[in-house]
DNA sequence: TAGATTGTTAATCGATTAACAATC
DNA sequence: TAGATTGTTAATCGATTAACAATC
């Protein structure tokens, strides 16, 4: 929470002259869904999409694309939208995607062998690097072409690798003793997959993915 | 979108007077957040919650928290906290949550087993009904102690059980043309776990599940 | 009592929406 | 040209934040 502090200059958030200009928190997460829209468009093989497509796949109100963008420069042909070869360019250069970061992956049951063996991270430049379970069974499978390592491994792969982001595929009972280590050794963004709220310090970002927050969310629209 | 129009009452979202007062879209989401905190401290046998805790937990404002509920009732002790059990109760109310909802999964890959043996919609009262895959080797093997079904019969299994929100586990490739389907057969929220971008229309709801998207969204920060 | 936390107000900031000239 | 869509402004709405009296 404290990471969502917005720039302090009251005009324009992302001006030309000042191109790094610090993202507010909902405008980073904006843009971080136009690029998986972008992205995705240029495998299909699509050449441009209009602000009004964008916002029907990313759910944003499309005058609001058209000002995001505006605020780095002016991307857009009228009459025809956006490139997306190139709006995906720009929007990468907003994010500042450029260097490359290690995921550690904790888990090789169901949900960390469909995360481990998916292209989800790999395609956004991101390397899984190492894949961890407690159960001795499983030590030496493979997941998306890693060899499963015992948990105890975790502090020097974390630190040989300087591992900043975990993902936690773990039953909700290990979830937390294992953020703890996990913080201790440096992890500053942690995956939450399991049921078990997290207690971190500050500086640390969970995110919890849970399906069934989001259908109570479109099921009170569609009931009401 | 046309979903998220707010109330047109200009003065309190929810007025004693009027309990079932409509949520905004981004209150709706934010009580199915402090809905699934609540049930999971509820499990770990926490008898009280303080709005600090709350915002900790789900990173919504602590004032926005208490501003959300007092809308609906006075629930907390001052000096205290919220009951977890007794807010649990309200905010179910609130939401509405009464009701069975059947839900149908497509694929019985890594993913469609983690979902389909995970207890998160079984927590919230929702019921999946049918397990569906492509491959003809997995017909009749279980998941989640449902057999695996053909995707031939998804529209009869749709139709029975009155299926209005369907998981879509399934490679990119296959998505697109089994939405339409859905669609189709009356599906009107759709969590769209594959790649593909999903065309449907506009009384269709699609959420889709991309870790990449809220990694992208958190390194930003803290790479700046 | 003293400390903690709610319930509530007011000020500010960011998001949404409508509208439209510019222009491809 | 005519149609479509951008870039931009202005108005409105909702979220965030600080502050604090009420009260458990």
Redesign the interface.
């Known amino acids: ?1 404290t ?2 502090k917005s720039d302090q200059s009251g005009t324009e958030p992302g001006d030309l002259d000042n191109p790094r200009a ?2 507010s ?1 909902g405008q ?2 904006r843009f ?2 136009y ?3 972008l992205t ?2 240029q ?2 093989g699509r050449e441009t999409l209009s602000s009004q497509e964008l ?3 990313t ?1 944003v109100n499309s005058t609001q694309i058209r000002r995001d963008l505006s605020g780095f420069g002016k991307f857009g042909k009228r009459g025809v939208g956006y490139n997306v070869d190139a709006l995906a360019k720009q929007v990468r250069e907003i ?3 450029g ?1 490359q ?1 290690n995921i550690a992956l904790f888990g090789a ?3 960390g ?3 481990g ?1 998916s ?3 790999a ?2 430049g ?1 390397n899984v690097v190492a894949v961890f379970d407690a159960d001795p069974k499983k030590m030496g499978t493979k997941v998306g072409g890693l060899s499963v390592r015992p948990v105890a491994d975790a502090e020097a792969v974390l630190a040989e690798h300087e591992v ?2 975990a ?1 936690l595929a773990v039953p909700g009972e290990a979830a937390g003793e294992l953020a703890d280590r996990l913080v201790a050794s440096g992890v ?2 942690i ?1 939450n997959y399991s ?3 997290l ?1 971190v310090p500050a500086e640390v ?1 969970v ?1 919890t ?16």
Chains 1, 2 share one sequence.
């Open positions: 929470m990471l969502a610090r993202l928190f980073a997460a971080s869904r690029l998986q829209v995705q468009a495998k299909t916002s029907d796949y759910r994010l500042q995607t260097g970061q049951g169901h949900l062998k469909a995360i063996s292209d989800l991270f395609d956004h991101f900043v982001v993902v500053k963004i995956f049921e078990s709220l207690d970002t995110y993915s849970n399906p069934a927050v989001d259908l109570l969310h479109a099921l009170y629209f569609y009931l009401s």
